[in-house]
């Protein structure tokens, strides 16, 4: 038997549900997958409801990480493995080599000195990373990583002889006992590529949302200055295709509720360093929830934004890697085929879980979130459940966390 | 301003779900469909805006819908349609309910529209043919099943060309013509816009347009190629192209192959040169083409069968319609070959049945044509004819 609560997943629901019942007194214990913390909203230029970095609002949840013994979290780390019941799991964790001393060492310098390049899957490939490397400056843990794939056969010779690097450390697997789990495995973008009469991914300058907030981050791969990719010229046009793969009963058959939030937002990126930037925000139904409706009416005021109803259908390449977009606008009822210097994908959220075979015993709806499970105390919070922003995201954690809290008590 | 008052017709909508369209509520206009639609023009695109009409019911918009004969029904919108609303399947159903309605007398369309007249239908020419056989069988001293003098099978004497099979058939086909000339008097009433229509430059009359219309869209097939222009849809694609212009094809010479054979027969009385007698030796010219013509229609019909039989159920639907058609071309392929086989394998009994069955099918298909979906030979030619003259294509 246990009283110590599982957190599956390091992102924002993840990381709140395990400071809440941590706060409550209970051992917590974090396996995130990725390197760090903070989940996709580390991502992220700005987020609502406030529109601050994410900086900000993590480093207040890493801080009261970081003061609180009972927190205790595995990066790089997956679950193979889960027996037991109710109150008494056992748990698998495989814990992948990050192969860097356990305390916080500057390579920045080293990693700088490195040849060999891999795509930064943290950019969405808008960028190249070393083969040691930190993704974002307020990571955390703010160790870095050695990925001894990406060295080249010098990087390797530098590395050798170095302290504070284990190049040959190896997977490691732990066993936990605990008596709850919060499952907050969050979300992945939509694959592009399964758009195929948007382009699949291929199409220069068309890109997703995600590659916008990282082309928008002060740390993302341009330093914030948001460019075509394929120039890094600033667009002088940009158009946004809204449900992406969203409301589609061949691709996510669930309105993502956030696409329209984020577009509306980057809207207000787009205008902030071009004041000359012209905007086409293309639509089936705009949904700004509860008092996002101001973000809306903001937008919407904004010179250089129209809103077109009518959902793009074709996308292409066109002369001066260009992006061509056929649209019907459906209350003019007149089809369109204009030309963007830059089109964004507005690609809605999957669960994570979608398409795997996670060792937990979980029930999914045909979409990937979990549903259900709480009888035998493995509570879902965040994304994991049903799209969400970060604020009820927040809110599904500490509920999830309430919930475990009360399985593992008074046993 | 003018106030427009829209009177739904739930009715009428719910007639369109029964006639194949049954998925149209789905449709939340995001206007996918007019641009999965490589055919549909820039201006007023298709068939988004017929799908909001088919919801709200509004029979005389469709009714005066050029647009809804515009469409080839590829598929492509109901392949990229993110709500299964099929709207592929919504205009072919609109057409549907339009031959039905423009052609009288309309009990016809109305067995048609389902399967359970199915029966009615089929004992019609069922009943009209046992007729003709029982009074010829009297004229062979009772015999169903008479050999000619020199031992052969004629199928001329039961059903003798002169007195039963041509004067029916001709009456039948005229008929049909006829109906048709009137559906599509009714269909261009209701196409023709409110108001005076002003025609800058040299104007073409309908008969020129028509002969456009056979020579760079029938013949060639060149809008199912159009067809093919849309978004990557990332499924399979079906060109039916082929498989539906060889069907055309064989059927533009198995008329032929008839009206040669029509001409021989009755010419033949007037100048002897050009008589024709059937059946005709297998070596003859035009037995060798309407043998052509059949294989073709086989391979057609077995193009788009199998198409149709491989159809994503989940995107696409096949109505009644549609199987009837197949069918009835099937049945009157497959008797035609088959009483062939036998008369040549002299089977007297069965190539007889057969044959009888062979034109019951037959009658069937001219018979019911304007009604059936067949009547799109004729009313898309007419509609693409008008669309032209008015300046749409």
């Not at chain 1, 590395?159 to 190049?167: N, P, Q, S, W, Y």
């Not at chain 1, 732990?174 to 399964?194: C, E, F, H, Q, S």
């Not at chain 1, 946004?240 to 589609?248: H, I, M, Y």
Request: aromatic letters at 10%; glycine letters at 8%; hydrophobic letters at 45%.
């Amino acid at each position: 038997m246990s009283n110590a609560i599982l957190v599956v997943g390091g992102g924002f629901a993840g990381i709140t549900a395990a400071i809440e019942a941590a706060e409550l007194g209970h051992d917590v214990f974090i396996v995130e997958k990725s390197p760090w913390l903070g989940g996709r909203v580390a991502q992220l230029n700005k987020y609502f409801p406030k529109l601050c970095p994410p900086s900000c609002g993590l480093e207040i949840q890493f801080q009261r990480i970081r003061k609180n013994p009972r927190v205790k979290f595995f990066t790089q780390a997956e679950i193979t493995a889960l027996s037991g019941c109710k109150g008494d799991y056992t748990v698998k964790v495989r814990l992948n080599p990050r192969r860097t001393a356990p305390h916080n060492v500057d390579f920045s310098l080293l990693a700088s000195s490195l040849t060999g390049k891999t795509d930064n899957e943290f950019d969405f490939g808008l960028s190249m990373r070393k083969g040691l490397y930190k993704s974002m400056p307020f990571a955390f843990p703010g160790r870095y990583v050695l990925d001894t794939k990406t060295l080249s056969k010098s990087d390797a010779a530098r590395v050798a002889g170095i302290r504070f690097l284990e190049t040959a450390e190896e997977p490691r697997e732990i066993v936990l006992n605990m008596g709850a789990v919060v499952v907050a495995t969050g979300w992945k973008p939509y694959d592009v590529t399964r758009l195929t009469n948007l382009g699949a991914g291929a199409i220069k300058n068309c890109i997703s949302n995600m590659q916008m907030e990282r082309l928008a981050s002060a740390s993302g791969p341009t330093g914030g200055r948001i460019v075509r990719p394929s120039d890094n010229r600033a667009p002088n046009s940009v158009a946004f295709v809204q449900c992406a793969g969203s409301r589609d009963q061949n691709h996510l058959n669930y309105c993502s509720y956030i696409c329209c939030m984020a577009t509306l937002k980057q809207c207000l990126y787009l205008a902030e360093q071009n004041p000359n930037v012209k905007i086409t925000v293309y639509y089936i139904d705009l949904r700004a929830p509860g008092r996002y409706v101001n973000v809306l009416e903001k937008v919407r005021a904004e010179p250089n934004v129209s809103f077109v109803k009518g959902k793009v259908a074709d996308a292409g390449q066109a002369a001066g890697d260009r992006v061509t977009l056929t649209v019907e606008d459906a209350v003019r009822g007149e089809k369109l085929t204009l030309h963007y210097d830059l089109a964004v994908l507005a690609t809605g959220m999957q669960p994570s879980l979608a398409g795997e075979n996670p060792p937990l015993p979980l029930p999914m709806d045909e979409d990937g979130f979990i549903a259900g499970g709480e009888a035998a105390g493995i509570f879902a919070a965040g994304c994991a459940r049903m799209p969400l922003d970060v604020t009820r995201s927040a809110q599904s954690g500490t509920a999830a966390a309430l919930k475990a809290v009360q399985t593992v008590k008074g046993r | 301003m003018a106030q427009c008052i829209l009177k739904p017709d739930l009715q009428f909508a719910q007639e369109l779900r029964e006639s194949g369209g049954e998925n149209l509520k789905k449709c939340f206009q995001c206007a996918t469909c007019s641009v999965a639609c490589p055919l549909a023009p820039a201006n007023a695109p298709y068939p988004r805006k017929e799908m909001v009409w088919a919801s709200w019911g509004l029979r005389d918009k469709l009714r005066g819908d050029t647009d809804l004969w515009l469409c080839h029904n590829c598929g492509n919108c109901s392949d990229l349609c993110p709500r299964g609303a099929r709207p592929a399947d919504v205009m072919a159903a609109a057409r549907t309910i339009i031959y039905k309605e423009l052609t009288s007398p309309s009990i016809v369309g109305k067995w048609m529209s389902r399967a359970s007249g199915l029966p009615v239908l089929f004992l019609i020419p069922t009943v009209l043919w046992l007729v003709v056989w029982w009074i010829r069988a009297g004229y062979n001293n009772g015999n169903w099943f008479p050999r000619a003098a020199d031992g052969r099978i004629v199928f001329g004497q039961i059903f003798y060309g002169d007195y039963t099979i041509d004067p029916i058939f001709m009456l039948t086909f005229f008929g049909a013509c006829f109906i048709l000339y009137c559906g599509v008097r009714k269909l261009w009433d209701m196409f023709r816009p409110q108001g005076k229509l002003l025609v800058i430059g040299k104007k073409k009359s309908w008969f020129c347009h028509l002969i456009d219309v056979l020579m760079e869209e029938v013949v060639t097939h060149r809008k199912f190629d159009d067809c093919e222009d849309g978004p990557i849809t990332g499924k399979a694609p079906s060109n039916r192209k082929w498989g539906h212009a060889v069907l055309v094809w064989s059927f533009a010479i198995l008329a032929f192959v008839t009206a040669v054979v029509a001409l021989g027969h009755w010419g033949g009385k007037i100048i002897p040169v050009i008589e024709i007698h059937t059946p005709m030796p297998l070596t003859f010219p035009v037995k060798i083409l309407a043998n052509i013509g059949a294989l073709m229609l086989f391979c057609g019909l077995a193009v788009l069968t199998a198409r149709r039989v491989s159809l994503d159920s989940a995107n696409h639907g096949s109505s009644f319609y549609d199987w009837y058609l197949l069918g009835i071309i099937w049945l009157v392929a497959a008797t035609g070959m088959l009483s062939q086989c036998f008369r040549l394998a002299d089977a007297v009994k069965p190539a007889f049945v057969v044959y009888y069955f062979h034109l019951v099918f037959v009658w069937m298909l001219f018979a019911y044509l304007p009604w059936s979906k067949l009547g799109h030979l004729v009313y898309r030619t007419a509609a693409l004819v008008y669309v032209r003259m008015y300046g749409r294509s």
